[in-house]
């Protein structure tokens, strides 16, 4: 059997942070334990209330504060659902307020196999691949298809990859974007608020993909299909029109690992 924590959590291990992450992200989330709206995931909540059994297994990576890993746990036939987050603070919340399996890690940590397991039915990165900041762009979308295939690790033959993830395009004023945010930061971790809440300069800094990017992405991960992919339009705002963005879509796709 395994040991337990103090919160009698299944333990396996420590993680090994490979330090992939960007570490002001890991601040600002400790600092503002943000929690997304849960019905963005209504879609892929549905597949999975189609598709498991009692005896399925789920992984949440980048889970936050565990409330959208909850609904899974309440609204699906799953009884183990796993979260991974790389802030304190937010896994103490899912432990404590959601009473979750979670553990403080990264998608990069190369012993993240050894203490969370692999062979899922399901894992989830929602809302995720544009948090995974480098020095740059192009290291940072480096970072997103790394996290890709660390996901696919996690899964079992026939499993499923759920991603939930803004996309913006054209891409150009994503590069503007990120370097302001790199610049704001490089002297003050303060997020500042422009009339709406996800409309903001500071931190975090994000790295947002086109609709093709993302999509190409995923179809260049070894020996997977993308078996469902919706692609859901939003309004564009004045204030992104000012930013030159053509238009918002969020994605979400399944995409299933080879049998």
Same mark, same amino acid.
């Given at each position: 059997?395994?040991?337990?924590?103090?919160?009698?959590?299944?333990?396996?291990?420590q993680?090994?942070?490979?330090?992939s992450?960007?570490?002001?992200? /890991?601040?600002?989330?400790?600092?503002?334990?943000?929690?997304?709206?849960?019905?963005?995931?209504?879609?892929?909540?549905?597949?999975v209330q189609?598709?498991?059994?009692k005896?399925?297994?789920?992984?949440?990576?980048?889970?936050?504060?565990?409330?959208?890993?909850?609904?899974? @746990?309440?609204?699906?036939?799953?009884?183990?659902?796993?979260?991974?987050?790389?802030?304190?603070?937010?896994? /103490?919340?899912?432990r404590?307020d959601?009473?979750?399996?979670?553990?403080?890690g990264?998608?990069?940590?190369?012993?993240?196999?050894?203490?969370?397991?692999?062979?899922?039915?399901?894992?989830?990165?929602?809302?995720?691949?544009?948090?995974?900041?480098?020095?740059? @762009?192009?290291?940072s979308?480096?970072n997103?298809?790394?996290?890709?295939?660390?996901?696919? @690790?996690?899964?079992?033959?026939?499993?499923?990859?759920?991603?939930?993830?803004?996309?913006?395009?054209?891409?150009?004023?994503?590069d503007?974007?990120?370097?302001?945010?790199?610049?704001?930061?490089?002297?003050?971790?303060? @997020?500042?608020?422009?009339?709406?809440?996800?409309?903001?300069?500071?931190?975090?800094?994000?790295?947002?993909?086109?609709?093709?990017?993302?999509?190409?992405?995923i179809?260049?991960?070894?020996?997977?299909?993308?078996?469902?992919?919706?692609?859901?339009?939003?309004?564009?705002?004045?204030?992104?029109?000012?930013?030159?963005?053509?238009?918002?879509?969020?994605i979400?796709?399944?995409?299933?690992?080879?049998r």
């Amino acid at each position: 059997m395994h040991k337990r924590d103090k919160e009698g959590k299944h333990m396996r291990g420590q993680m090994h942070p490979q330090q992939s992450y960007d570490k002001k992200t /890991k601040v600002f989330f400790d600092s503002q334990t943000p929690e997304y709206p849960t019905e963005w995931f209504n879609y892929l909540l549905g597949f999975v209330q189609r598709t498991s059994t009692k005896k399925s297994t789920l992984i949440d990576i980048g889970c936050g504060s565990g409330n959208v890993l909850l609904v899974f @746990r309440e609204k699906t036939k799953i009884k183990r659902c796993v979260g991974v987050d790389v802030s304190t603070q937010l896994i /103490k919340k899912a432990r404590n307020d959601y009473k979750l399996e979670a553990y403080e890690g990264s998608v990069f940590d190369h012993n993240l196999c050894d203490v969370v397991g692999s062979n899922y039915d399901y894992v989830i990165l929602g809302q995720i691949l544009h948090h995974l900041v480098g020095k740059t @762009r192009n290291q940072s979308k480096g970072n997103a298809r790394k996290a890709l295939l660390s996901a696919m @690790r996690l899964l079992q033959s026939g499993g499923y990859l759920l991603i939930y993830e803004p996309t913006y395009y054209p891409s150009l004023p994503c590069d503007i974007i990120f370097w302001i945010k790199r610049f704001v930061t490089s002297f003050s971790m303060r @997020r500042i608020d422009i009339l709406r809440k996800f409309h903001n300069i500071g931190a975090p800094v994000v790295s947002f993909l086109t609709h093709k990017e993302l999509k190409v992405m995923i179809q260049h991960i070894p020996d997977c299909r993308i078996k469902e992919w919706i692609s859901e339009p939003w309004h564009v705002t004045w204030i992104k029109r000012l930013g030159l963005i053509g238009s918002e879509k969020r994605i979400s796709c399944v995409v299933q690992k080879g049998r």
